[in-house]
T-cell receptor, first 114, second 113 residues
Framework: ETGVTQSPTHLIKTRGQQVTLRCSSQSGHNTVSWYQQALGQGPQFIFQYYREEENGRGNFPPRFSGLQFPNYSSELNVNALELDDSALYLC?????????????FGEGSRLTVL | GESVGLHLPTLSVQEGDNSIINCAYSNSASDYFIWYKQESGKGPQFIIDIRSNMDKRQGQRVTVLLNKTVKHLSLQIAATQPGDSAVYFCAETSRYNNNDMRFGAGTRLTVKP
């Protein structure tokens, strides 16, 4: 186990709704990255938070937003949900000061948009 | 655009055989590569990594080979076991900067008893 926990594990929403996904990073890790994984595809980078600031963003629209808290836990918010937002959302924590790019992933939150 | 990709989407091997999973990358600036294993219903799990100043790195039953000339990466699994059945992803990012780790589409490895 990686020590990264995500909630909820599964959820169903309808188009136009908003969703908040949560992630607790591994102890000692100050960086959280969020990925979207569509069925049968590799994870796609959404954004990363380092010390409560956004530290890089992938090709996702502004309706994807996030937060990181002082305890390094994080939230991913998606507004105006679309059918294509249905995917597994993965959170990964890391600590760049360790000089390794290894990401420690949680088991994900599976979002279904109807 | 630049991408990380895999040669084969599926691979089936007999238990005890060696497995080789291949990956091509096109970003010549990439200097850090990682292999992840993802079992059904779980998040990706780190297997092994390699930096661009190396061409081979060995772990427990796994070896990663990097050929920068042809931008090719491979993962070798020795004596493949049923527990190795999973989807394997190669990923690349810049050294010490993993704020844009790019993953390939994955190869599904099935180990037959």
């Amino acid at each position: 186990e990686t020590g990264v926990t995500q909630s909820p594990t599964h959820l169903i929403k309808t188009r136009g709704q908003q969703v908040t996904l949560r992630c607790s990073s591994q102890s000692g890790h100050n960086t959280v990255s969020w990925y979207q994984q569509a069925l049968g595809q590799g994870p796609q980078f959404i954004f990363q938070y380092y010390r409560e600031e956004e530290n890089g963003r992938g090709n996702f629209p502004p309706r994807f937003s996030g937060l990181q808290f002082p305890n390094y836990s994080s939230e991913l918010n998606v507004n105006a949900l679309e059918l294509d937002d249905s995917a597994l959302y993965l959170c990964a924590s890391s600590r760049p000061e360790m000089n390794t790019g290894e990401l420690f992933f949680g088991e994900g939150s599976r979002l279904t948009v109807l | 655009g630049e991408s990380v990709g895999l040669h084969l989407p599926t691979l089936s091997v007999q238990e005890g055989d060696n497995s080789i999973i291949n990956c091509a990358y096109s970003n010549s600036a990439s200097d850090y590569f990682i292999w992840y294993k993802q079992e059904s219903g779980k998040g990706p799990q780190f297997i092994i990594d390699i930096r661009s100043n190396m061409d081979k790195r060995q772990g427990q039953r796994v070896t990663v080979l990097l050929n920068k000339t042809v931008k090719h990466l491979s993962l070798q699994i020795a004596a493949t076991q049923p527990g190795d059945s999973a989807v394997y992803f190669c990923a690349e990012t810049s050294r010490y900067n993993n704020n844009d780790m790019r993953f390939g589409a994955g190869t599904r490895l099935t180990v037959k008893p």
